[in-house]
């Protein structure tokens, strides 16, 4: 550390609380994929990934051509996120009380009888847009009853020591899976037609059924086996209060995920209105995020590691909102392709640390019901942020619509940054007492 000017100068890298480089530091992270559970937990993430994106390309795109309408486009993300804050307080509690892998697998079960109505109804070119909306719908009520389950499930297979590690493979399989899913989609949408695309959707959600028979993870169940239910959700809710941390994370969850997100879902009607591209280039658009994101968590996954999680979490929101500002107005492809490519670097950090924050300061018999907590807080924002976007862009315009929602994001982020500990305060400590209800 150099002085300037009588002050002390610090990098970036202790800016953000790394910890000194250790040579072994990569013995946390890709042998872990060495391990037979991990790796079947791991590979059955980036496979739900591929069918759910594959899926949200080819109802989005079949919704813009039926109704040529933004706002039911918007529709598509908020029947797919409004489960969550609806279920997910119930869902936390299932992973923390139940067999996490039967969950696991009652859900990828449910995923693939979804998509198999759907292909059913392709098949008799009977498909109306509640079908599609009712389809996303129950496509997030799986996701709200298999996330709690397996991301809990990842930290009782790979332990407190290599849990950001592990974390940050998830971020590359969560990553692979958005980035393969809508490209896969839009080459066969706009190839071979909604059909063949669905029968894509189906034999992936099958071959990730199977690969998951085969997980096994340690069975835990919680003193609060034996608490009625709305008893179990007040504690989880009186925890998460009594700890700074987790209040700060939960409020910027929000602000990312009404603010941020959501703009994920217009891709389409800028690729096809703004930058003049058909569904093959606005599934790579939909990608391109993904390079960004891999390049990062494959850095966190053998890098070294951090105290600070939240500066991390902090930093990765915040170039996020930049650079969807940017990309709303971008006049070129490439342009706007490089800009959500270093959009998925503030991403990576922001989901990585996101659940490697809310299960390292939670104890065993509460990580179930936070990371539940966790997506109640992502569900409200989704539907607000799709709503709110797909009313703007009606109204102004898809790019005014997109700019205005990221700069409102920028401005509420102060708040976390001056009020709650978040950035300043290690992530590794011991966890606040459980509050009785």
Known sequence: ?????????????????????????????????????????????????????????????????????PFQLALIWVFNNLPRPILSPFTGIIADRFNRHQVMVV????????????????????????????????????????????????????????LVNAMALETISNTAGKMVGPI????????????????????????????????????????????????SLRVGVKYAWSSPVLVGLLYVTVVMNALAFPMEQFIPVVGRDHLGVGPALTGLLLAS??????????????????????????????????????????????????????????????????????????????????MGLLSVFIGIGNPLGALEIGALATAFGIQWAISASALAGLLLMLPAVALTPLVWRPSIQPPPAIVKG
């Open 1 to 69: 550390m150099g002085r300037l000017g009588g002050v002390p100068s610090i990098s970036l890298r202790e800016a953000l609380g790394l910890l000194p480089f250790r040579p072994h530091a990569p013995a946390l992270a890709f042998p872990l994929l060495r391990e037979a559970n991990f790796r079947s937990l791991w590979c059955v993430g980036g496979l739900t990934e591929v069918s759910r994106r594959l899926e949200l390309l080819a109802l989005s795109w079949l919704i813009l051509e039926a109704t040529n309408s």
């Open 107 to 162: 859900a990828q079960g449910l995923n693939g009888l979804t998509a198999t109505g759907i292909l059913f109804l392709l098949v008799a070119d009977a498909v109306q847009p509640w079908h599609v909306f009712a389809a996303t719908f129950l496509q997030g009520a799986t996701r709200a009853l298999e996330d709690p389950s397996r991301r809990t499930a990842i930290f009782d297979v790979v332990g407190e020591r290599r």
């Open 184 to 231: 896969l989609g839009g080459v066969l949408v706009g190839t071979v037609g909604f059909t063949w695309a669905y029968v894509g959707a189906v034999l992936v959600h099958l071959l990730a059924l199977a690969l998951l028979t085969r997980v096994k993870i340690p069975v835990y169940r919680g003193p609060a086996g034996g608490e009625p239910v709305w008893q």
């Open 289 to 370: 995020e993904g390079f960004g994101r891999l390049a990062a968590a494959g850095i966190m996954a053998v890098g070294p590691g951090s105290r600070y999680h939240g500066r991390i979490f902090v930093v990765g929101s915040l170039l996020v909102l930049v650079l969807t500002v940017l990309f709303a107005w971008s006049p070129w492809y490439g342009l706007s392709f490089a800009l959500l490519t270093v959009s998925g670097i503030g991403q990576a950090g922001f989901g990585t640390m996101q659940s490697s924050i809310v299960l390292l300061t939670s104890p065993p018999q509460m990580r179930g019901r936070m």
